[in-house]
């Protein structure tokens, strides 16, 4: 059996070794066709068009394309690259590409490297297995990539890789990448006119983004012995091991050997990639590891955590893991996630959410402070929509990660702050009052957040001191989603914002700083039900969210209806993000995503019922019978006191066969009626209320075989197995 093959190559495992002999600074973006790269490779005049692209994104012409491709293919190649690819972010989640040789013939029959202009620019990929939510049928059957020339285009192996986003020829997005870009220049503009009330230096503002990626990692071989962790990334069956995380002795506790030379590979590579890890650390899980990176802009960081996570499933593989990035791999003991710390930062090198060293700074300070606040108060249940997803489901809620229902933590001091800001009078302000404010309110800000260390771990959506943390997000899910939506809704607020003081200056006569102060007092006192620093895991909370008219939907096909809202499909037009059939198709992709994963899971538990489980029981009952018959022909009438304890795990055994298998075939049967529904939304309902309900009803049964039956007769490899060696 794979189960005991297994375990016993694991025996004669030992880590890899991994030599660092370069600094990890003089490795870092040797990959990346960066600044310093391009300075080197292209012409004056080219460099100075892509750099004005990246900070305004303004086109770039077929002659500077040609040079750009030119000078690429020339670095890319004394990098030891013989292909490239369009590097892009289908619907599917992951990553996607499709390699071409630079190679070419020419016609007196030489082979040469060739690579132009419209190559880096545009390409068409077979496009036709992608999902598209039934934009490429509607329009035109064919979708193109682009190229993003802000996200720098770097070398992986042997292959040029150049990330791009992907439209159908009408223009609506194809991707994830798209929708973010459209947000990203959604949030600057609106973010730059904000922050010019301040200073008018400011010409652009970044959205910025650190996450940190919390995963798993487990044995190959034992991982590869289950068909639900090949199959589905997580267990489906598998009681909970003796020693599960009570203890808390692995968290920050000493990486295992294997695992350290796994983690030094990997921040080789990333290093040479340009993703800029930082930290390394044991989670709460056993098992469970993270790592985090230094921020960067959004879209960089983005597609940095999509590539490190490409990279982590190659590395892991080496070393004999297999890495999961599910949500919920295992009952019982924490799943995983993915905070994305969120903030804005000026090309002048502000942080907006950090306060300075003047009153003017920490009003600055304070109105986008503030306004984020508002702009998750307006949108709360859109920003539950982006971070939804099957296996997400598992997760929120479920006293491990933050509930499904949005809230912000804001600590007691600033909340303070907020409560005296309330207190600011209408109009025109006193000169006291001003001084007043200066001093006493706004000037404590920043003695407020250096000792700001209560920090609340229950929290969606917490304030950690000059940035945001959004805590929901799942560990497998693109960041892109919820930074679209985000980044989005800030952008929407701050546009909001900027018309209402701008009409209390030009029409009421305010002072600047008193049409600041008037406007936020009501953000505040609208936005009050958003906050709430308790405990987010509570029962207590539901209640009062309840009664806060806070949204709380539970599964994803609930979360995700407020997509095609007439509220959203507005703000997704004004802010230019998504149109109207961007947004059916997106929300149809998803749920579609939703309905196959918990098909694929439901064929799966079939599997393991009938081709792996039963057998294993009918085996274990087959000893017991021999073994009956043995007693009692020794024994003869007299061996009814000596097999009771036999006949006893014997019918046990029945009990828990007949029940798995009944409860496996009601669910394919049930399954197949929800399978010829078709609406879409209804199916994914479905597969909510009625399929889901039989999973757990075929793992109790499962798990209660697995209790019954011999250790060397079990087929699956067991929790404390997938867990605890190393
Ligand atoms: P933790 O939340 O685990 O206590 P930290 O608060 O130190 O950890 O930071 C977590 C993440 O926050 C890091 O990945 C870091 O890059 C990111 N981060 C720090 N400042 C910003 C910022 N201004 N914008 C976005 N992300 C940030
Ligand atoms: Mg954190």
């Known amino acids: 059996m794979m189960r005991f093959e297994a375990l016993s190559a694991l025996k004669v495992q030992k880590p890899l070794v991994v030599k660092e002999l370069e600094k990890r600074s003089e490795l870092y973006a040797r990959n990346v066709f960066n600044d310093a790269k391009m300075l080197q490779f292209l012409t004056e005049e080219s460099y100075n068009k892509v750099q004005a692209a990246i900070f305004s994104g303004g ?88 190229w993003d020339p802000t996200s720098p285009a770097f070398v992986y192996k042997t292959t040029l890789c150049i990330p791009t986003i992907f439209v159908s020829y009408t223009g609506e997005a194809l991707d994830n990448k798209a929708p973010l870009l459209r947000a990203l220049h959604a ?32 044995d190959k071989a034992l991982a590869q012995s289950r068909p639900d962790i090949l199959m589905t990334g997580r267990t489906l069956v598998g009681n909970a091991a003796a020693k599960q995380q009570q203890l808390d002795d692995h968290y920050f506790g000493v990486i295992p050997n294997k695992v350290l030379a796994f983690m030094s590979a990997l921040e080789r590579q990333c290093m040479l990639l340009g993703i800029p890890v930082k930290t390394r650390h044991n989670e709460v899980a056993p098992n469970q590891f993270e790592l985090a990176p230094v921020f960067e802009e959004a879209n960089l960081s983005v597609d940095h955590n999509l590539l490190l996570m490409d990279v982590m499933k190659e590395i892991a593989d080496d070393h004999g893991f297999k890495v999961l990035f599910h949500e919920k791999p295992f009952a019982g003991i924490n799943g995983s996630g993915k905070h994305n710390n969120w903030s804005l930062a000026t090309d002048t090198g502000v942080n907006l959410l950090s306060p300075g060293s003047t009153p003017m700074k920490n009003l600055q300070f304070l109105t986008f402070f503030i306004n984020t606040i508002k702009a998750v108060d307006t949108y709360e249940e859109l920003l539950r929509s982006s971070i939804a997803s099957a296996s997400n489901d598992h997760r929120l809620g479920g006293h491990e990660a933050p509930p499904a229902i949005f809230s912000i933590f804001v600590g007691t001091q600033l909340g303070e702050v907020l409560d005296e800001l309330e207190g600011v009078s209408k109009g025109k302000l006193s000169p006291q009052e001003k001084t007043e404010l200066k001093l006493n309110v706004v000037g404590k800000i920043p003695e407020i957040l250096l000792d700001n260390t209560d920090r609340n771990r229950t929290s969606p959506f917490a304030f950690t001191g000059n940035k945001f943390e959004m805590r929901g997000v799942g560990a497998k899910t693109s ?74 939907n539970k599964n994803t096909p609930d979360a995700l209806k407020i997509l095609t809202s007439i509220e959203s499909i507005s703000l997704f037009g004004a802010t230019g ?25 439901g064929s799966i538990l079939r599997e393991l019922a009938y081709n792996h489980i039963i057998p294993a029981a009918l085996r274990h009952q087959n000893l017991l019978l021999e073994n009956i018959a043995g007693l009692k022909e020794v024994y003869g009438a007299a061996h009814k006191k000596l097999t009771e304890p036999q006949l006893n795990v014997l019918e046990l055994i029945s009990e828990h066969m007949v029940g798995l298998k009944k409860t496996t075939d009601r669910m394919l049967e049930a399954k197949q009626k929800v399978d010829a529904k078709a609406d879409i939304m209804q199916k994914a309902e479905a597969y909510c209320e009625v399929i889901l309900p039989f999973f757990d009803t075929i793992r109790t049964h499962a798990d209660a075989l697995e209790e019954l039956i011999a250790d060397d007769i079990w087929p699956l490899a067991k929790y404390r197995e997938l867990l605890f060696i190393k």
């Open 479 to 552: 960041c892109s989603k919820p930074m679209t939506v985000l980044n989005t809704i800030v952008a929407q607020q701050l546009m909001d914002f900027k018309k209402e003081v701008d009409v209390l200056i030009d029409k009421k006569g305010l002072k600047k700083d008193e049409a600041v102060f008037n406007v936020l007092r009501e953000y505040i006192k609208t936005s009050k039900r958003i906050r709430f620093d308790g405990d987010g895991y509570s029962k207590k909370w539901q209640d009062e969210a309840r009664k806060r008219k806070l949204s709380h």
């Open 187 to 218: 949030v600057d503009h609106a973010a730059t006119a904000v922050a010019q009330y301040f200073d008018k230096n400011v010409r652009k503002v970044n959205a910025t983004l650190g996450w940190e990626q919390e995963y798993f990692l487990v």
């Open 59 to 146: 086109k770039i012409d077929r002659k500077i394309a040609d040079q750009v491709a030119e000078g690429m293919k020339a670095w890319a190649i004394s990098m030891g690259a013989t292909h490239y690819t369009h590097w892009f972010q289908p619907l599917t989640g992951a990553t996607a590409e499709k390699h071409d040789a630079f190679f070419d013939v020419m016609d007196n029959g030489q082979g040469l490297e060739r690579f132009g202009g419209s190559q880096l620019v545009q390409q068409e990929p077979d496009a036709s297995s992608f999902p598209s939510g039934g934009i490429r049928n509607t329009f035109e059957a064919r979708g193109y990539t682009a």
């Open 577 to 601: 993000v998504m149109n109207e059939k961007e947004l059916i198709a997106h929300q149809e992709v998803e749920l579609h995503n939703y309905i196959s994963h918990l098909q694929i899971e």
